[in-house]
Structure formats: structure tokens, C-alpha cells
């Protein structure tokens, strides 16, 4: 049976909003994997709270509409307790660089397989207009009236640093090339990790930028670290520079649950263990 | 009542704990009931540590300030604790106690060296020494050695024959008959309870005197078929905790009160998302970082507040191992049945100090199993069910779409902002804790002892309860001791009050917790002792306070 994938929440995203592009193309994914035979009841996506998040109320799959920056744990448990499922996370720019920075650091370590994608407005939208991690040096927000005084830190040089094994940037108005990313994302075994570039329509409207700097990494061997580094390192998410749409880095390396498996025992068992342990203390 | 206590003292690092373990086994399998209390400073190697086994002729959950033997291996033990006890047997390590005003001394250093031992194996010199000074049989310290001795128990015994043989017997323990029970820690009781509960996994990060319960966990996870996990910081401890639960895990975690700080925000998610989770939360005394390695009781109210808005949640607060393994069976049942955070509440007192536990006498709290969703028609996360359970249903689950939200949300977990649904959906989890309350009236909620019809009562809860209970039994007092705290049992603490006409509260804080609690339920507290230094109530201590109250 081929689900309806859209909910009859009433959409509230502002029109021209880059969120309905991430929607689609997670839409379009869903319907091509139940298309190939999968079922869609092992897939589970898990959202932070912001605009983005939205998308678990829009999306008629399994989903958890979790906390602001805690979409990793929360994935990271369902993963560990269910390797089976299929498991994405939907995060905001504040989610997961500010509120939730410790767990994306802590998730790319592990290489927990799950597929994180950011949606990087570079702006606070759900609370009317703030900065984030990302905001250019000087960002004029609500709460930075003067601008900012300090520099944005780049998620993909954060990403590599910090040990994940797949990490791609995509942009909301490269639709196909951003379901590629997606898709390769999730068929890669361990941390996924895809910084989407989007624009807030209300807060940050950066689309004149980006048209003309963005342009496609190719000729790049993803499997190079060093190249990766350096390719990540072109735009810092401050200065104006081309900034280049991808896979940066792409790497096999064990997964937290292949190198910490799970034992399952009979609860028989686990009550004769338990007798045991008893019978020890005496 | 036959009760002797031993101390054993020297610095951190020298393995008091372990010399302090095996002296409670061998008390333990001359057929005693013990308690050990270990007392250690924050650091990991110097500083002052000691262990204290009390040992009895019936069960005992508290220790006294009275010491009939001083196991001493080094100056600082003398002088600290010498002056204590004019009239305790002692014995030294000579390499390191010069100054002895009297007792035996062996040089720990000369046997092994003639053993050609490793240092490591220097206090079961101690230990030998103890026993011959009691008068305990080499049978005994042979046997407590091969169970409880991970590593070369021959040559331990090597070594502690040789200061057994060198000491005179100056003060032998009255010999009983008793059988040898399981020596447990709080942590291991709520271990081993957990794991009778159904436990899938264990995720915590860690902190003092919480940390032993990861320990116990992780050392026997394979054992067990349990997962442990340590994760960067609380707020993902509890947050993987209930990513696990949400795909059926039964899971619970484990922190201090610093620690469930941070965990405050996951909690409130627990709440309005109603997943099932265990909480572990070992008191140290506060506030902030406080004394982590000393206990208190000043927790409650936090633990019972934590977290915005409202939500059912159970608190119990279990006194000894026998009833902390009980209730952590029962809080994971008691969690998947009405999908609400329940609450171990222990303190370092419990958690970490080792008591008899007989297994035969454990009998299990009945719970039953939880609501699942029988898979027809479509499936609704928050079904708006009579007693507010929605069937579960977990990610992965055929034909079930499950949608789980920290939101106010609707019947199938999509966010809604309408008036009427939302006070329609706090009801419907309202109502869960309406139904367990109802469930907890059948299970005993409120522990009473003493002489139970007496007018004076001594009101307490958690581990104060064993100092509570050996002074109420002594001076004919009736003892209450809600278990659960939340949700208040009110019928069972009104039935256990009738006819108390002097009511006493006895808490390890200073403000009085529980005296507030109860009288939020409409039950006055007379008096109040309070101690909040750290260190847990002495039985010897408790009863002169009680009896200067019934004086005045």
C-alpha cells in the first residue's frame, strides 16, 4: 500500500521558505524507497524544535518531534535500541550548532549511523530574527542589535574534525543535486552529516548570494581527508568566497553498534544470571 | 543483642573499601547480619579514608560512632580514631603506626618480604591480624578469601596466615549460629532489580554515588544481556534514554542530583510525550558540587518538582537493598504500564554502602504488563483512552505510524495550539496518574516497625529509615517511613498514623522535606531532627536526640 507521505496538518512555513524544498526532496526520497519495496515503517525522522521542525507534523512517517538541540540523543537511542530502523534527523542551525553542539560532535565521534540534516538558515526564524552560529561576522539580529562580534564557525571543518564519515553540503534551490546528497547520505553506513543551505524568506534572505557563488564540487576525491579539509575550508561561512555543493568527505569506518554490539538473552536466562550474581554476594 | 563494629583506616588508595568488604564477609559467613559504611574524601589517592562494619545478630542498616575494633595502617588512624574508642581491641601496620599507645603492630613490609608478595596483597596481613585478634577461625578467613578474592587468593593467604599466626587472640567474637547472606550494595540491589524489571539498557554519565551503579552495569552488561552506555553529558543521557524507550527499549539512567539538573528538561519531555523511563537519582549532600563522596536527603523536593508543567511521575524512595531491588522492578513496570518517568530516589548512604540481603525473602511487587497496540485500524500514539494509556506502539512497527511529540499534540501526536484539545490532553495524562495511584494502594507504599500501636511515632524516609528503625524498636516508638512519595499515599500514611499522638520527623536536610509533604496532606509533625553534615544518623546518636525531645 503506498502511503499518502503528507499529513493534514495545516502547513504554517512562510511562502518562499527553503524548509518546503527539504520537505520535497525527503518526500520524494520516502516515496522512491517504498517505490524499490522498502517499508517506510522502519524509517523514523527526529526533529528539534524551530521552523524546520515542522516537517515531523507535515510528514506522515514515524517521528519524533523532540527538544531544541536534542535531536541526536534522542536518534542515537533509537538507533542503539532498533539497529534496523532507518534513522534521520531534521535539525535547525541553532539546533544542532548551538543548543545541541556537544551531541553532533559526540555523533560524528561515534559514527552512530544516522543521517543528520542541518537546516541552515543561519538565522533564528521561530523566535523572529536572531543570530546563530553561523551568522556572518556582524549579523544585525533582534538580540545583536550593533551586529554580532564574533566570527561564524564552519559545520563542515567542525564535522571533519570531529571524526564523521560522510559530509556533504547541499542548497535548497539545487533540489536534485540535494536529494542525490540525501539519499547517498542515507545509504552511507555510519554518520551522515549534510549542512543544507537554505534561506529564512523572512529573517535572512540570502538568495541573490548564493545564485551567484555556489557552484558544484567536481573532480574532488572525497575519500582524501586532506582535500576535504581544504575544500571545506574555501568559504568559511564569513567572507565572500565561491562555495562549492557535495559530498566533501566520504569514508568506511565501523559504526557505534558494529564495534558495541548488543548481547539479547532469554529472560530465563537473565533470571538464572541474576540468582547467580546473588549467590556471588554471599 | 550480640553487635560488634571494626574499623579499618588508612589513606586513599590503600584499598580500605576492599579490606573493609572482606572483614564484613567474614562476619558475614560467621553468620552475622552486616552494614559497612565507607567514609572517603573526593580525591583518589591521600587524604583519609575509612571503612566501618557493623555486625549483629539481626539485621542492621546503620553504623555507630562506637568501635570495638581499630585495624589501623597508619599513624593517621590512630590518632583520628584512638581517642574515640578507649576500650577497642587494636592492631597496626608497625611500617607506618610508630607511635602505638597500645594493641598489637605487625610490619606488614617484613612478611612480604618474606612471602615475596606484591604490595598489593599487604592488607590481608591486616585482615589476619584482625581475625587472631578476635579470635575468628582460619576456616572462616580461608573461605571468605577464595569466594571473594578476584585475584591470588593463595597468596593473600599466604600473606594473612603469616600476621594470623604472629597476633594473640585478645578479644574473641561471640560465635552464632547464621547462615551467610548476600552482601549487596545499594547500587547493586537497584542493579540487579532493574534487571529483574525487564531492563534493556542502562545509559548514564558519571557521578558520585551514582557511578557504582554504572559500574555494576557495565562490568556484567554482557552478563546481563543489558546495554550500557556513557554518553557526553546528562541532558544526552536522558535524551538517548528515551530515544530508546520510544523504540521499546525498557531503559533507565542514573545521576546525582547535579547531574539530574541538567537531565530536567529530557524529564518534561518524558512527561508530555509520555515515555516510560527510569530514573536513578543518588542525593550527595548539596547545594552544587557539596560534598560529593558524604550523603544527604535534601533531593526530594526537587525530584518530586523537576521539570515544567505537570505530569504524573513515581517517586520511590527505598531504605535498605532488599526494598530498593524490589522497588527498581517495579519502576520499570510501573513506567511502561503508565508511560510516565518513575524515580529510584537513593542516597550515597544506600547506594553505596553494603548490607544482608536475603534473596528467599524478596518477594516481587506485582505489576502487570503494558498497554500494546493489537495492530487494528489505525494507530493513534495518544489514543485518548479510558484511563489515559494509550497502546503502544513502536518505530518499526508494521502498518503503525507513530508520531511521538514534546508539543501539546493531538490523538496522533501532531502539534496542536486548540484550547480545548490541550486541556483534553492534559486530563487524559492526568488520568494516568489517577490510575496509579489506584494501583499503588495495593502495593505497600508506607513501611512501618517499631511497636506499632505506640503514640510516638518517628517519621522518616530512605535510608535514614535503619537508624529510625533500631531506635524506635529500642525505645518502644512506632516507626513510619512513606516509601513512595509521590504519588503521596495518602490512605496507607493516614492508616499508619492512627493513634499517633507525637509525631517526630528525622531527615538529612535542614528545612524539613518530608515534614512539609505531610502536612501539605493534612498531617501536623510535632518535632523535627534534622542532620545535613553529610554524614547519615548513628543509631546512638538519633536516640539521644529522640530522648531529649520526649523530655522536653
Known amino acids: 500500500m503506498t502511503r499518502n507521505m503528507i499529513t493534514p496538518a495545516q502547513n504554517t512555513w512562510c511562502p518562499g521558505c527553503g524548509n518546503f524544498s527539504i520537505q520535497h526532496t525527503l518526500k520524494d526520497i520516502l516515496a522512491g524507497m517504498e517505490k524499490e519495496g522498502r517499508s517506510l515503517d522502519d524509517v523514523v525522522l527526529v526533529s528539534g524544535i524551530g521552523c524546520h521542525a515542522k516537517i515531523a507534523d507535515y510528514l506522515n512517517i514515524n517521528t519524533v518531534y523532540t527538544l531544541h538541540g536534542r535531536t541526536i540523543p534522542v536518534a542515537t537511542g533509537l538507533k542503539l535500541a532498533n539497529p534496523d530502523l532507518t534513522v534521520i534527523c531534521c535539525a535547525g542551525d541553532g539546533d544542532a550548532y548551538a543548543e545541541g553542539l556537544d551531541h553532533l560532535i559526540f555523533a560524528a565521534k561515534r559514527n552512530i549511523d544516522l543521517t543528520m540534516i542541518v537546516h541552515n538558515n543561519r538565522v533564528y526564524g521561530l523566535t523572529t530574527g536572531q543570530y546563530t552560529p553561523t551568522s556572518p561576522l556582524g549579523f544585525k539580529g533582534k538580540s545583536t542589535p550593533k551586529g554580532t562580534a564574533e566570527y561564524p564557525f564552519n559545520p563542515l571543518e567542525l564535522m571533519l574534525a570531529s571524526g564523521a564519515t560522510y559530509i556533504a553540503r547541499g542548497y535548497t534551490r539545487k533540489q536534485p543535486q540535494l536529494g542525490q546528497l540525501i539519499r547517498q547520505g542515507i545509504a552511507h553506513k555510519g554518520f551522515a552529516f549534510i549542512d543544507v543551505l537554505q534561506i529564512c524568506a523572512s529573517f535572512f534572505n540570502m538568495t541573490e548570494y548564493y545564485q551567484s557563488r555556489v557552484y558544484d564540487l567536481a573532480g574532488h576525491n572525497a575519500r582524501d581527508f586532506g582535500a576535504a579539509c581544504a575544500k571545506a575550508r574555501e568559504w568559511d561561512y564569513n567572507r565572500d568566497a565561491p562555495i562549492s555543493l557535495g559530498v566533501f568527505y566520504e569514508q568506511v569506518f565501523p559504526t557505534f553498534n558494529e564495534r558495541a554490539p548488543a548481547r539479547h538473552i532469554s529472560r530465563e536466562e537473565r533470571s538464572h544470571q541474576i540468582h547467580d550474581l546473588f549467590e556471588t554476594a554471599k | 543483642m550480640t553487635e560488634l563494629s571494626v574499623l579499618v583506616g588508612g589513606k586513599a588508595g590503600d584499598g580500605i573499601s576492599n579490606a573493609g568488604a572482606i572483614i564484613a564477609q567474614v562476619f558475614n559467613h560467621m553468620g552475622y547480619f552486616v552494614y559497612m559504611y565507607t567514609d572517603y574524601p573526593s580525591l583518589i589517592r591521600g587524604g583519609h579514608n575509612y571503612a566501618l562494619v557493623r555486625a549483629a545478630d539481626r539485621p542492621v542498616g546503620a553504623c555507630n560512632n562506637h568501635i570495638d575494633y581499630l585495624v589501623a595502617l597508619n599513624q593517621e588512624t590512630i590518632a583520628l580514631h584512638l581517642p574515640e574508642c578507649p576500650d577497642c581491641t587494636v592492631v597496626a601496620n608497625a611500617d607506618l603506626v610508630k607511635s602505638l599507645p597500645r594493641g598489637q603492630a605487625i610490619s606488614i613490609n617484613s612478611i612480604l618480604k ?439
Open chain 2, 114 to 552: 618474606d612471602e615475596t608478595a606484591p604490595p598489593i596483597t599487604g592488607n590481608s596481613a591486616m585482615i589476619g591480624a584482625f581475625a587472631k585478634a578476635a579470635g575468628i577461625s582460619w576456616e572462616v578467613v580461608e573461605e571468605v578469601f577464595h569466594r571473594h578474592m578476584q585475584k591470588a587468593a593463595g597468596e593473600n593467604l599466604r600473606v594473612a596466615k603469616r600476621a594470623y599466626d604472629m597476633v594473640q587472640t585478645t578479644r574473641p567474637i561471640p560465635a552464632i549460629t547464621g547462615t551467610a547472606h548476600s552482601l549487596l550494595s545499594g547500587n547493586e540491589a537497584i542493579g540487579l532489580g532493574l534487571a529483574a524489571g525487564g531492563l534493556d539498557a542502562y545509559i548514564a554519565y558519571p557521578m558520585t554515588p551514582s557511578s557504582t551503579l554504572l559500574h555494576f552495569l557495565a562490568g556484567n552488561a554482557e552478563r546481563l544481556g543489558i546495554r550500557v552506555i556513557h554518553p557526553e553529558n546528562e541532558i544526552a543521557v536522558i535524551l538517548m534514554g528515551l530515544g530508546s524507550a520510544i523504540a521499546g527499549a525498557k531503559t533507565a539512567i542514573g545521576t546525582s542530583g547535579g547531574g539530574f539538573c541538567l537531565m530536567t528538561e529530557g524529564l518534561s519531555f518524558a512527561g508530555m510525550a509520555e515515555i516510560p523511563i527510569v530514573i536513578v537519582v543518588s542525593q550527595r549532600t548539596g547545594p552544587s558540587t557539596g560534598l560529593p563522596t558524604y550523603t544527604g536527603q535534601a533531593d526530594l523536593r526537587f525530584v518530586l518538582h523537576a521539570g515544567q508543567g505537570e505530569f504524573p511521575r513515581l517517586v520511590a524512595a527505598p531504605a535498605d537493598p532488599g526494598e530498593a531491588y524490589l522497588w527498581s522492578a517495579a519502576a520499570i513496570r510501573l513506567a511502561w504500564k503508565y508511560q510516565i518517568p518513575t524515580f529510584i530516589l537513593a542516597d550515597k548512604t544506600l547506594s553505596e554502602g553494603s548490607y544482608s540481603v536475603d534473596p528467599d525473602r524478596l518477594t516481587d511487587l506485582p505489576a502487570s504488563d503494558p498497554a500494546l497496540w493489537d495492530g487494528q485500524g489505525t494507530y493513534r500514539r495518544y489514543l485518548n483512552a479510558p484511563e489515559g494509556i494509550s497502546p503502544l506502539a513502536f518505530p518499526g512497527r508494521k502498518n503503525a505510524t507513530v508520531k511521538v511529540n514534546s508539543y501539546a499534540h493531538d490523538e496522533d501526536g501532531i502539534t496542536t495550539e486548540e484550547a480545548s484539545l490541550v486541556a483534553k490532553m492534559a486530563d487524559k495524562r492526568a488520568r494516568k496518574g489517577e490510575a496509579l495511584k489506584g494501583e499503588l494502594d495495593r502495593l505497600p507504599c508506607v513501611s512501618t516497625g517499631g511497636r506499632t500501636d505506640a503514640p510516638v511515632a518517628l517519621l522518616c524516609w530512605g535510608s535514614a529509615g535503619n537508624a529510625c528503625s533500631e531506635v524506635a524498636t529500642d525505645l518502644g516508638l512506632r516507626l513510619i517511613r512513606p516509601v513512595v512519595l509521590s504519588p503521596f499515599p495518602d490512605r496507607q500514611f493516614a492508616d499508619a498514623c492512627t493513634g499517633v499522638k507525637h509525631l517526630i520527623a528525622v531527615e538529612e536536610n535542614a528545612t524539613g522535606q518530608l515534614v512539609s509533604i505531610v502536612k501539605e496532606h493534612g498531617r501536623n509533625v510535632d518535632d523535627g531532627l534534622f542532620r545535613y553534615d553529610g554524614r547519615p544518623f548513628t543509631p546512638e546518636e538519633l536516640r539521644q536526640r529522640v530522648q531529649e525531645v520526649l523530655r522536653s
